[in-house]
């Protein structure tokens, strides 16, 4: 590119992100807590969170708690792209095929699958299109002592996964909700940690 052709490229972009500034501000903090009704009310705390075995009438050990599948379970994509990517129904056909046929929405979803229909999540996490983000990037991201830079443990020592940081404690969630504002403030706060040493370039997130 030329000198001349890219001053243009930049200063269209500038003037591009100075019109949806407006826009941008106003919805900046509106994001946090929004958790969209689904079409199949999909419980985070039951598939993802951790087993709870309770006893029942008969003593036996039932479990009343989560069934503990990881989150790289459905949402394969993370650590290698872009996109996170949601499940297709076929996933959740590799139990509920046979597991789960006597619930009412275990039914909706063979529903979906049966008419070879995508089930249409709604969209929790939406970042404007001017804003380039990347989960492998994050996931992948090391230190000097190549640990992983974003946190894999709580402050008590317990095992998390990495998403925790931005997502929250989505195993412990019947519904997703957006756990952070999701701003331009909030990814540069990280950013500029000194343990994450991270782009703080306009153009690392607006290309
Ligand atoms: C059994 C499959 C399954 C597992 C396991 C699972 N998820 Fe999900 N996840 C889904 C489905 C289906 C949706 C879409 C429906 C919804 O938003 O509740 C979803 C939605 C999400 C969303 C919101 C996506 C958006 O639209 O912005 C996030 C964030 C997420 N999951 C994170 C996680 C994390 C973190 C874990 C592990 C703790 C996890 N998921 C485990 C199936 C799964
Ligand atoms: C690894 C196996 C497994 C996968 C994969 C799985 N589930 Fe489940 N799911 C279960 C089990 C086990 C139950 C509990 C069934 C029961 O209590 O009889 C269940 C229960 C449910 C229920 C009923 C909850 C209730 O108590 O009414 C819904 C809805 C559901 N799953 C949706 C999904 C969706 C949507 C997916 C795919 C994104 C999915 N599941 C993937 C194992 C799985
Ligand atoms: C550094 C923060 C960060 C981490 C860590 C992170 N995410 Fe995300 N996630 C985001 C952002 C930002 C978006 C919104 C992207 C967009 O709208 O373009 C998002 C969106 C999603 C979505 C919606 C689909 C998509 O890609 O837009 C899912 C599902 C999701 N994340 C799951 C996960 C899972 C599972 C993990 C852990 C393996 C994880 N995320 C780790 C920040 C993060
Ligand atoms: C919890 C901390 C954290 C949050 C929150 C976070 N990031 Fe990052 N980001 C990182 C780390 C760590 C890296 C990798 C730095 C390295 O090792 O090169 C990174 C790298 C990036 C890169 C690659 C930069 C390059 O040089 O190519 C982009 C783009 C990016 N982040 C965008 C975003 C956006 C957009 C958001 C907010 C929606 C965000 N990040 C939120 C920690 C974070
Ligand atoms: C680490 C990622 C990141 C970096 C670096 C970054 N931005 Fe942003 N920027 C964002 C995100 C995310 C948004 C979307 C905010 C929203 O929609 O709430 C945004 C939004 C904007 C907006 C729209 C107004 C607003 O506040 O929502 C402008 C203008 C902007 N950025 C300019 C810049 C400039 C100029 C730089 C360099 C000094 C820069 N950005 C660096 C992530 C980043």
């Not at 983000?133 to 992983?148: C, I, M, Q, W, Y």
Request: aromatic share 8%; proline share 8%.
């Amino acid at each position: 590119m030329t000198g001349r052709s890219r001053r243009v490229r930049a200063a269209v972009v500038v003037i591009g992100l100075l019109l949806t500034a407006a826009l941008g501000y106003a919805f900046s903090n509106v994001r946090k807590g929004y958790a969209p009704r689904q079409p199949i009310p999909f419980s985070h705390k039951r598939m993802a969170g951790a087993p709870l075995l309770q006893a029942n009438a008969a003593g036996e050990p039932v479990n009343v708690g989560g069934f503990g599948i990881p989150c790289v379970y459905c949402h394969t994509m993370p650590y290698k792209g872009r996109h996170s990517t949601l499940p297709s129904t076929a996933v959740c056909m590799n139990c509920h095929s046979t597991v789960g046929l006597n619930k009412e929405w275990v039914l909706r979803l063979k529903e979906y699958w049966d008419r070879g229909e995508p089930i249409p999540w709604v969209k929790v996490h939406d970042l404007p299109d001017f804003v380039y983000f990347d989960h492998s990037v994050h996931l992948t991201a090391k230190n000097e002592r190549g640990e992983p830079k974003l946190p894999v443990v709580e402050e008590q020592g317990k095992r998390m996964p990495p998403c925790q940081t931005c997502h929250g404690k989505v195993d412990q969630m019947e519904i997703v909700s957006v756990q952070h504002s999701f701003n331009m403030q909030w990814c540069l706060d990280c950013h500029r940690k000194p343990e994450m040493r991270a782009s703080t370039d306009c153009v690392a997130c607006h290309r």
